[in-house]
């Protein structure tokens, strides 16, 4: 795939001069890249990785001055030291989805796990894998595609491929339609000691095939208390002419955990993305949502939902580069917050002058469930095209008296009618979610969450 892009459509994404004479300039990613970099590969996959390390070298993570990160203060991040840790393997419980029953690969603490995993009921044409187990045939079309999307050299971005030693690879071939969804599943298994994890996945969809992904991410304590870690995760998802991708991306990490992913889509033309991106879980989160669209006639479908209570802070970061004509963009992300939680969205749509006829509509919805709970939300779109139809909005309200009453008024009780209110609020996105099983999971999850509906 040829790539366009408009200048500077993807946040932190500007070149650095690999001339300079600055090296380590920042201790704390200097420590973390020592510890992802200690394990060593060979051929291409180690060349790879040294050039993303010295990007890293010449990098320093993002404080609140920076205007992409001022409402994500990564402080307390960098008072950590991180070890690379084993995955404990032993008496692993998760979620297995009916759907995707033998049609699932399971990574613990970024370590490929083939007992947990099963890829058996798959049609074929359809290769679903971690890199090491691919042929030298596929490994050489791994290549082709790997930490090569726009936007690899932020600063997380390269500390990831900087790191990998292994991947989820999904790839389906011209024409092939894939009717059982593609399970990924991420665990981290956390201990005495703070961990990183760095997953990394690729997705290839060719031209006029189909594929149902659901990209999760979640935690198994191995001792009483609540652990600390860090998962740094990256995602890239290249989506060939004519080809349909539907991705639902669940992030649900332990109470004390740091989670920033990047999930970044190339869109080639007449291809339709849908991303169903859920955030529940961690101490502090960031989602770096990029689509870049490389061909005409592109559809595209963001649909986000944000649940967050206590102290929790959750940013989702978007951007939409849509650089040619007749492209359609939708985006619904809802945040629901309570107590001192804090939730961030910043989601831009770019179309230049060469994408006329483009339609473009972006919202983010927020509900308050305290008087401490927080949001800052900033829609954007940046336009130069001139017969485009494009739109963009934000709202934060409250839970309205008059319809807790009503509920009250029908024999249901205070609380009770909250949590009603706040369901059907989450219920919008997760309906449109396209396994069933996961959906259920998901209300019951939404409906579960201590405190969720009590004012802080």
């Known amino acids: 795939m040829s790539i366009q892009?408009?200048?500077?459509?993807?946040?932190?994404?500007?070149?650095?001069?690999?001339?300079?004479?600055?090296?380590d300039r920042d201790d704390c990613l200097t420590g973390l890249l020592n510890q992802v970099t200690a394990t060593k590969t060979e051929g291409w996959l180690q060349e790879l990785r040294q050039g993303a390390a010295n990007w890293v070298r010449h990098s320093t993570i993002p404080t609140t001055r920076e205007e992409e990160w001022r409402f994500t203060d990564l402080s307390s991040l960098r008072k950590l030291q991180f070890n690379v840790e084993a995955g404990n393997f032993a008496s692993l419980q998760f979620d297995i989805l009916p759907e995707a029953a033998n049609s699932r690969l399971v990574f613990v603490n970024g370590v490929f796990a083939p007992e947990l995993s099963?890829?058996?009921?798959?049609?074929?044409?359809?290769?679903?894998?971690?890199?090491?187990?691919?042929?030298?045939?596929?490994?050489?079309?791994?290549?082709?595609?790997?930490?090569?999307?726009?936007?690899?050299?932020?600063?997380?971005t390269a500390l990831n491929t900087a790191g990998i030693t292994d991947a989820a690879v999904v790839w389906v071939k011209?024409?092939?339609?894939?009717?059982?969804?593609?399970?990924?599943?991420?665990i981290s298994v956390v201990g005495e000691t703070a961990m990183i994890s760095q997953p990394r996945c690729l997705v290839v969809a060719e031209s006029g095939s189909q594929v149902t992904l659901v990209e999760e991410y979640t935690n198994r304590r191995s001792a009483e208390k609540e652990g600390v870690y860090f998962?740094?995760?990256?995602?890239?998802?290249?989506?060939?002419d004519n080809a349909q991708v539907s991705h639902t991306r669940i992030e649900q990490e332990g109470a004390e955990a740091f989670h920033i992913g990047k999930t970044a889509i190339a869109q080639a033309r007449d291809s339709r993305y849908t991303c169903h991106a859920i955030t529940l879980g961690a101490k502090l989160s960031r989602h770096n949502l990029e689509i870049l669209q490389t061909g005409e006639q592109t559809q595209t479908t963001l649909n986000g939902l944000t649940v967050i209570t206590g102290k929790q802070l959750a940013d989702t970061h978007s951007a939409i580069a849509l650089n040619y004509p007749h492209g359609t963009s939708e985006q619904l992300h809802k945040c629901i917050v309570g107590d001192r939680a804090?939730?961030?969205?910043?989601?831009?749509?770019?179309?230049?002058?060469?994408?006329?006829?483009?339609?473009?509509?972006?919202?983010?919805?927020?509900?308050?469930?305290?008087?401490?709970a927080r949001v800052d939300t900033k829609p954007q779109l940046e336009i130069t095209a001139d017969n485009v139809k494009c739109a963009h909005g934000?709202?934060?309200?409250?839970?309205?008296?008059?319809?807790?009453?009503?509920?009250?008024?029908?024999?249901?009780?205070?609380?009770?009618?909250?949590?009603?209110?706040?369901?059907?609020?989450?219920?919008?996105?997760?309906?449109?979610?396209?396994?069933?099983?996961?959906?259920e999971i998901l209300l019951n999850t939404v409906n579960n969450l201590k405190s969720i509906s009590l004012e802080s």
């Open 231 to 240: 998962t740094n995760a990256v995602t890239e998802i290249w989506v060939g």
């Open 342 to 372: 804090h939730a961030v969205f910043n989601g831009k749509v770019f179309v230049p002058k060469p994408a006329q006829l483009t339609n473009a509509a972006q919202l983010n919805r927020n509900l308050l469930l305290s008087s401490k």
């Open 118 to 156: 099963a890829v058996t009921d798959l049609p074929s044409g359809v290769v679903v894998s971690n890199l090491a187990g691919l042929s030298v045939v596929e490994q050489e079309g791994v290549r082709q595609y790997l930490a090569q999307a726009e936007g690899a050299q932020e600063v997380f």
């Open 5 to 23: 892009v408009s200048p500077s459509s993807i946040p932190n994404s500007n070149a650095v001069s690999l001339t300079s004479t600055l090296l």
């Open 394 to 439: 934000a709202t934060v309200s409250q839970l309205e008296d008059d319809e807790i009453f009503y509920l009250q008024s029908r024999g249901i009780d205070e609380n009770d009618a909250r949590k009603l209110l706040i369901n059907a609020f989450a219920a919008e996105i997760i309906n449109q979610i396209p396994v069933p099983s996961l959906r």
């Open 174 to 186: 011209k024409n092939v339609v894939v009717e059982t969804p593609i399970h990924l599943v991420f």
